[in-house]
């Protein structure tokens, strides 16, 4: 692996780490914030979704600064973003302002989840690329892993300890933004945009023997796409469009935003005690990081979508088997136990694959548009789905909420075994070739 690429790709991983930990970090703090400013069910729903609704705006604008000012300059106000967040929450006096900087934090996490996996994408060789991408998503188990400790160490410190959960982000978000100054711009970008000469020196610095032969593959593809082929919703993208929604649809109606945002309270429904349902909260977050750890290393032997039908098949199951345990009123152990195995075959799957198979399905010249297009999807229903889960359990139960979710995946499965191609291997033009109508 190229050292220059490896590292390339780890610091803006980092923009994954921050969008994991921003994601998970609320679910300490939820209780505390209820009960400080007296909110209602609605406004509680309201309060955990709300950055996941200015991740929607970000994830669905996010593809608009990528393409005007790089991928690079994207991240850094990205970073930006993030700290402004996390020390903006910390110190919020009031529930207005507090809403007002997680929403900050959302636009952050939708923009990353478009920008972060298509510069990694971008940079790194076939052979490779399922790896480097799946490190971001990586990143993102590590941090929601993180959160998770970090509010099991900070949860008796004092009245204020929901402060600190929030407001320790800005240590990695200080890093994240600095260590960009020492990544180049997508030369892939830089080739859209005339800058032919900076992109074949960054080329030459991933692999000197294929730099010109990159170059010139490019510059052909691009050239074929110029003109009305830029619209996303032109009919030779159809098949890429439907591919990436649905798989980001399927991401989420898995449950696994609502399980990651209230992991606490799902244990303790079950009748774990606060800090008991907190520890487990970090086993589900230690699990997912061990997965996706294996996932991405076996990723680019495997293929996508082998790990894809084993997760599926493993997702039904577990969430078969939580459902029943909710029905027939099982306490203790067993649902954390089979939440910590439908989390694992959620990171071996869905988690490590989805933004490496997205960022790898569109052309150049809609890649940032695709790419946008599949994490708003994904993010729309995370928000959805995020508001709704405490109403949901309240007026269903659980056995029927978790019901719901195994007959989703049920539909996963028809998916991938159906519609679903194989892309590991191939570089980004070749895979465009396959997917794209002409």
Known sequence: MNKNVLFWSVVVALGGLLFGFDTAVISGAEKAIQQIWHLSS???????????IGTVLGAVFGSIPSDALGRRTTLTWIAVLYLVSAVGAALSPAWVPFMIFRFLGG?????????????????????????????????????????????????????????WMLGVQAVPAIAFFLLLFRIPESPRWLLRHGRTAEARAIFERIDPATAEANVATILVANAAEQGPGESLWAPQYRRPVLLAVLFAMFNQLAGINAIIYYAPRIFELTGLGQGAALLSSAGIGLVNFCFTLLAVNIIDKFGRRKLMLVGSVGLIATLGLVSWAFYSQQRGMLVPVLLFLYIAFFAFSQGAVIWVFISEIFPSAVRAKGQALGSSTHWVLAAAITFVFPVLTEKLGGGNTFAFFCAMMVLQLLYVWKLMPETKGKTLEEADKVLVLH
């Open 42 to 52: 609605w406004e509680h729903g309201l309060t955990m979704s709300i950055a996941l």
């Open 107 to 163: 636009l952050g996490v939708g923009a990353s989840s478009v920008t972060a996996p298509l510069y990694i994408s971008e940079v790194s060789p076939p052979a490779s690329r399922g790896r480097m991408v799946g490190m971001f998503q990586f990143n993102v188990v590590f941090g929601i892993l993180l959160a998770y400790l970090s509010n099991y160490l900070l949860k008796g410190i004092g009245p204020d300890a929901w402060r």
